[in-house]
């Protein structure tokens, strides 16, 4: 019978579930929004009872449409929203609070004040981060100490921190995994990168107890296996949080290799290898996805506004009427005759980091049309993730040649040859866009020995877009400094 690896991508509005054959094809695959909690202005939660039982029902329903049995999955591989803090009871594995999610705001108070104690450069010569809520220490702090008893429970080693790839390991197998991956660990903002083990001076300064965290592995690693009760015995080869877990779906195995993903806003990762490059752009340094004990770093930078600006233009402006027909509206024009949109919506970050910046749009005239402006709104996201690719490779010292993309605003061809003009590299984009599975899923097949090796995979690789430079230097240098020109602009107080 033939065998399969199952992939669950745990993300931040569902659950997911695909299967995958040998060659990496989808031969099933199901989905499950769940609710999203805003108890107050900034904050926001997820039931864990949620995403636990979205999670195993869309384990059923993919297998269902693989026409497969549990029987012929060789392992199991996850993927997740990173950062989001989980903390249960260790002997009836009773959640003491609501997942507290990566985007809740509830501790930016607290990080301002560890800011103006001058911890920031302390923080990240260890954990390669930004002082930031995003990030789970303060969120752990503050179910200690907001949760009534939880402190006292937590110091009596009777309760247990996971962020969401840890929480679901240790529900599948019943309580015996109590583990993650590097590439969560290093989101946490406790886990010192460069010695690979919780940090001991961060559990001081944030009064967090050892015990209640878990064993840090490679994140393709044979965590355990799944407890029969709830869906047989397969065993868990992998836990990736999501962006590391898209840069490993890309095959991104080697020093200079970089993706960018399109979603609402873009997350950009770049492996530099075994060095832990210091970023002077504000980028924070992270781990990657990893076979073995061997650590191998990436550069991540995001952009804010990315496929946000082509949702602008559709709820907001009313010039388009979906998302593709952005394409349309770029390719009827030539270029965008000097109009530059900067949709600084919510400020800009890497390398600018402005949060007062706001959106504009520069060098209208009267011969400016609506394909003008749409055209110019899809470039800019272009320019935004040539900006942050320029701050890696100044960072990191590597020129790069290829970018690899996925995300949903991939699926434009306007954006993506634009953007292989401006950046003079290669875009390659795959024809699975499920690239966070796919990554949890390759890491996973290694460790279980379903593929033999990185070339392996390589081989069965189905047919990739790409999309070549085409402009000339000269042409290149005009357009960004036309950018560069409205960015000023738009910051000029
Ligand atoms: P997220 O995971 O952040 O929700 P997705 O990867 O699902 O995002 O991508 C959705 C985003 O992609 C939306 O912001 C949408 O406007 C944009 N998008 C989808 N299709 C296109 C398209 N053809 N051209 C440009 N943008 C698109």
Redesign the pocket.
């Known amino acids: 019978m033939e065998k399969y690896i199952l992939a669950l991508d745990q993300?931040t509005?569902s659950s997911r579930a695909m299967v995958f054959d040998r060659r990496g094809n989808i031969v099933g695959s199901a989905h499950q929004e769940f609710a999203q909690i805003y108890p107050k202005a900034g904050w926001v939660e997820h039931d864990p009872s949620d995403l636990y039982g979205s999670q195993m029902g869309v384990i059923a329903e993919a297998l269902i449409h693989a026409n497969a049995d549990i029987s012929q999955i060789a392992a199991i591989g996850i993927t997740n929203q990173r950062e989001t803090t989980l903390v249960w009871d260790k002997d009836t594995g009773k959640p003491v609070y609501n997942a507290i999610v990566w985007q809740c705001r509830r501790t930016a108070d607290y990080c301002e004040e560890l800011k103006r104690n001058g911890l920031s450069g302390y923080i990240y010569d260890k954990t390669g981060l930004v002082i930031d809520a995003y990030f789970s220490a303060t969120k752990i702090k503050w179910i200690l100490d907001n949760v009534a008893g939880a402190r006292q429970r937590a110091e009596q080693g009777k309760l247990l921190f996971g962020t969401v790839d840890t929480f679901l390991m240790w529900r599948l197998s019943g309580g015996k995994i109590f583990a993650t991956d590097y590439t969560n660990a290093s989101r946490t903002m406790l886990f010192n990168i460069h010695t690979l083990c919780w940090d001991k001076d961060l559990l001081k300064l944030f009064d967090i107890p050892e015990c209640m965290l878990p064993q840090v592995y490679p994140s393709g690693y044979a965590f355990g296996t799944t407890s029969q009760q709830f869906i047989g015995n397969v065993p868990i080869c992998s836990a990736v949080g999501d962006q590391q877990a898209a840069l490993f779906g890309h095959l991104c195995v080697n020093k200079g290799d970089l993706k960018n993903?399109?979603?609402?806003?873009c997350f950009l990762l770049m492996n530099t290898g075994d060095v832990a490059v210091k970023s002077d752009n504000g980028l924070l340094t992270t781990l990657a996805a990893c076979l073995d004990g061997k650590p191998q770093y990436v550069l991540e930078g995001s952009v804010f506004i990315?496929?946000?600006?082509?949702?602008w233009l559709?709820d907001g402006l009313l010039v388009i009427r979906?998302?593709?027909?952005?394409?349309e509206y770029a390719d009827k024009v030539p270029d965008t005759d000097g109009v530059y949109v900067v949709p600084a919506f919510t400020g800009m970050g890497a390398p600018y980091w402005d949060a007062d910046v706001r959106g504009t749009i520069t060098g209208i005239t009267r011969g400016t049309t609506r394909a003008h402006v749409i055209r110019a709104a899809?470039e800019a996201?272009d320019y935004q993730v040539y900006d942050v690719v320029s701050a890696m490779q100044r960072d990191a010292a590597i020129k790069i040649t290829q970018l690899n993309v996925?995300?949903?605003?991939?699926?434009?061809n306007?954006?993506m040859q634009f953007q292989a003009d401006l950046l003079d590299a290669e875009v390659i984009r795959p024809q699975i866009?499920d690239t966070t599975a796919l990554g949890a899923c390759y890491l996973a097949g290694l460790t279980a020995g379903y593929w033999t090796s990185v070339d392996d995979i390589r081989r069965n690789i189905s047919a990739v877009s790409r999309f070549q430079p085409s402009m000339t230097q000269q042409h290149r240098d005009k357009l960004l400094e036309g950018w560069h020109k409205a960015v000023r602009q738009a910051r000029c107080k």
């Open positions: 993300g509005t993903t399109y979603g609402t806003g990315a496929g946000a600006i082509v949702q559709r979906n998302a593709s027909e952005s394409e899809l996201i996925d995300g949903g605003a991939s699926v434009n306007f954006l866009t």
